[in-house]
């Protein structure tokens, strides 16, 4: 089981830019194939990115290629978000996520929220 910890949300104007971070326990993080969800309130939780336990391959939802990056250092045991050029509909909580295959996660941080005002 990994433990994920998310920080970096926050409230900024569209256009803006904002660093996601997702802090991981365990000693197999390298292991872990690590992505990003939105989710909004009413709405089911939307995938955003993921990314290979090696950092080589990586994977995006088309609402978000060529804004979002994601990355990771195994190192700190941490994956990051990269966003850009927000929008207002880019507004959510974004969850981290840890799994073993892609598309299965099993471990899920608290989330953090983002705003993006028009």
């Known amino acids: 089981q990994v433990q994920l910890v998310e920080s970096g949300g926050g409230l900024v104007q569209a256009g803006g830019s904002l660093r996601l971070s997702c802090a991981a326990s365990?000693?197999?993080?390298?292991?872990?194939?690590m992505a990003w969800f939105r989710q909004t309130p009413g709405k089911e939780r939307e995938f955003v990115a993921a990314?290979?336990?090696?950092?080589?391959?990586?994977r995006y939802a088309d609402s978000v290629k060529g804004r979002f990056t994601i990355s990771r250092d195994n190192a700190k045991n941490a994956v990051y978000l990269q966003i850009s050029s927000l929008k207002p509909e880019d507004t959510a909580v974004y969850y981290c996520a840890a799994g073993t295959k892609w598309y299965e996660y099993n471990d899920w941080g608290q989330g953090t929220q983002v705003t993006v005002s028009s």
């Open positions: 990314i290979s336990g090696s950092g080589v391959a990586t």
């Open positions: 365990g000693r197999t993080f390298s292991g872990h194939v």
